[in-house]
Nanobody, 122 residues
Framework: QVQLVESGGGLVQAGGSLRLSCAASGRTFSRYCMAWFRQAPGKEREFVAA????????NYADSVKGRFTISRDNAKNTVYLQMNSLKPEDTAVYYCAADPFWLVPLYEYDYWGQGTQVTVSS
């Protein structure tokens, strides 16, 4: 069982930055690929970024490439999402998720956090 708790969301002006964190419980964090998803009001949840077990591989949605960076610290059981050059369209609830396998479909992720709100004002 893995419990995920996101933090770091908030209100920021367009062009600003935020860093999200997702802390995982348990001693098996390194056995999970981690990902960030987001869901804007009235829209479906969408993939943002993913990182492999040791952090050697990453994957990003086209909409965030070059602006967002996913990273992880297995010693701290934490995954991060550094978000730069934020745009109003990045406004959403951001969720972290964990799965033993790499880049599985959204609906196959085993564990989810409760989400953290990110609001980007224009």
């Amino acid at each position: 069982q893995v419990q995920l708790v996101e933090s770091g969301g908030g209100l920021v002006q367009a062009g600003g930055s935020l860093r999200l964190s997702c802390a995982a419980s348990g001693r098996t964090f390194s056995r999970y690929c981690m990902a960030w998803f987001r869901q804007a009001p009235g829209k479906e949840r969408e993939f943002v970024a993913a990182i492999s077990w040791s952090g050697g591989n990453t994957n990003y949605a086209d909409s965030v490439k070059g602006r967002f960076t996913i990273s992880r610290d297995n010693a701290k059981n934490t995954v991060y999402l550094q978000m730069n050059s934020l745009k109003p369209e990045d406004t959403a609830v951001y969720y972290c998720a964990a799965d033993p396998f790499w880049l599985v479909p959204l609906y196959e992720y085993d564990y989810w956090g409760q989400g953290t709100q990110v609001t980007v004002s224009s």
